[in-house]
């Protein structure tokens, strides 16, 4: 095995290990937050958030990952990137502040001025992270990159518990945020020992410009893709509604964020290392795909499969409402993540324009479907954007049949099992529930038999059709510690 795979694997291993006491963290704040808070504050949270990630997507400019796939880095390009963010970072701050009052009048809820003002410090806090994080991503430092990654996510837990122990309501979720995303400012440039130098040759910035403005116009139609239910709820329906799908969304989303978050973390530096070798190239994204949708499909599902029993036993009747509309995430969830690996893959390839492209089709038809199922409601909505996803999952598997000469059979080889697995689950989960209804059992006993029976059903048949990917999961995970990175 040569170096380069020892810490593809060596970074899978710390990123699943650290991920996975986030996740079990995450969940257990969430459940804790949301018993206490309300709608509207996540709706207020929500809405505010539109705006800030709008201008850290802007800020950002897309230059980490145009550090990162630059094969000569010099000490000029990281100065010139540094100070120009540094630039741009207050600039977009000094608009979200002055555009703060008129955002909270057209909503009607004069806690966003503040809210934005305050939340919006992030926007200064990310850009000036772009270059130490680059350098860490550069040599592959993953074990560094998911030690961070964690104390970061560990501070907002228990800074947001504490919070909302003493009573903050929504400034809980929002000083939180900003706190670790600080640490992570910090933390980066220690750990990359970056100091910024003096700005020179300033002209050289224009190329990084140039390949950073593809991936960060594909990042703002991302943003705004994944935005659009937020926006539209907003303007038609209220903060309460918002608050309903945000936190619907919080928690169908979190295994693609968690987990997603570990290959991503991985995927760009390893393909940018990588991209004159097709061949490797190839191999690699059909592995990270394979695993990637072994984890995600049957976590999905799972919730989908017990979000009935899961939402008044943990959250309790006033979150009631946001069952369909989670169960429909989920759904649509599993089939984004059989292709969310594919846009990373053309920007680490140096093809950001196609990933581009993406974002586009989708932003040209996401909101056309929303804005018609909107007229029957948040779960008519939903249903919308369900419809719309594999529109553009269409022209990513074109793409990248084309990018990679990856035959049709080949991909879908990376997702057979795990969709047969899952659907073993389904029906395993479906056979037994009207015998649980039957008996009249407690939800705690309802959703530990179905989770118990759905694993074991999951699993078996995994086993039986491919036990070689079980076992390389395995031997990852023991690899964690042979040799530092």
């Known amino acids: ?247 619907a969304r919080i928690l169908a989303r979190m295994p693609m964020q968690k987990v997603g978050e570990i290959f991503s973390q991985i995927a760009f530096p390893a393909f940018s290392h990588i991209k004159e070798d097709r061949v490797k190239v190839k191999r690699l994204f059909l592995s990270m795909n394979r695993f990637l949708f072994m984890i995600i499909a049957p976590m999905f599902l799972g919730i989908a499969l017990t979000a009935a029993e899961f939402i008044p036993l943990i959250l309790g009747e006033k979150w009631l409402i946001i069952v369909f509309p989670m169960q429909i995430i989920c759904l649509v969830n599993i089939v984004i993540g059989g292709v969310i690996l594919i846009p990373t893959l053309l920007e680490g390839m140096g093809r950001p324009k196609a990933s581009l492209k993406y974002q586009l089709i989708m932003a040209a038809s996401s909101p056309v479907a929303m ?21 553009g999952n269409l022209y990513l598997f074109v793409t990248l049949f084309d990018c990679l000469k990856i035959t049709i059979k080949e991909f879908f080889d990376t997702v057979s099992v795990t969709a047969i697995s899952c659907f073993m689950m389904t029906i395993t989960i479906m056979l037994v529930n009207p015998l649980l209804q039957e008996y009249h059992w407690g939800l705690l006993a309802v959703i530990t038999v179905k989770i118990l029976l759905g694993v074991s059903a999951y699993l078996s048949c995994y086993v039986l059709l491919d036990k070689e990917d079980i076992k390389k999961v395995y031997l990852m995970l023991r690899r964690r510690n042979e040799v530092e990175t």
């Open 1 to 247: 095995m040569d170096n380069f795979n020892k810490k593809i694997i060596k970074g899978f291993a710390w990123e699943s290990s650290t991920r996975l006491v986030v996740q079990i963290a995450s969940w257990s704040s969430t459940i804790w937050v949301a018993r206490i808070l309300t709608p509207d504050d996540y709706g207020l949270i929500g809405i505010s958030g539109i705006f800030t990630g709008l201008f850290i997507t802007l800020s950002g400019m897309g230059l980490s990952q145009a550090l990162i796939n630059k094969k000569e880095l010099y000490d000029y390009d990281k100065a010139n990137v540094f100070w120009t963010s540094f630039v741009t970072a207050f600039l977009f701050y000094f608009i979200l502040f002055i555009s703060s009052p008129y955002i909270a009048s057209y909503y009607a809820s004069e806690e966003l001025e503040n809210i934005i003002r305050i939340a919006g410090l992030i926007v200064i806090a990310s850009p000036l992270s772009v270059v130490p994080r680059a350098l860490v991503a550069r040599k592959l430092r993953f074990k560094a990159i998911a030690l961070i990654s964690m104390v970061s996510n560990v501070m907002v837990i228990a800074s947001t518990l504490y919070m909302v122990y003493l009573g903050w309501g929504y400034w809980a979720l929002v000083l939180s945020t900003v706190g670790a995303e600080m640490f992570l400012l910090v933390a980066y440039m220690v750990v990359a020992g970056y100091i910024p130098g003096r700005p020179k040759n300033i002209k050289t910035v224009l190329p990084l410009y140039a390949f950073g403005f593809s991936v960060m116009a594909a990042r703002l139609a991302s943003y705004l893709n994944m935005n659009w239910p937020t926006i539209i709820l907003g303007s038609t329906m209220g903060k309460t509604s918002v608050g309903h799908f945000e936190m």
């Open 371 to 391: 804005l018609v199922g909107v007229q029957w409601g948040l779960n008519g909505m939903l249903i919308g954007w369900a419809v719309s996803v594999p529109i």
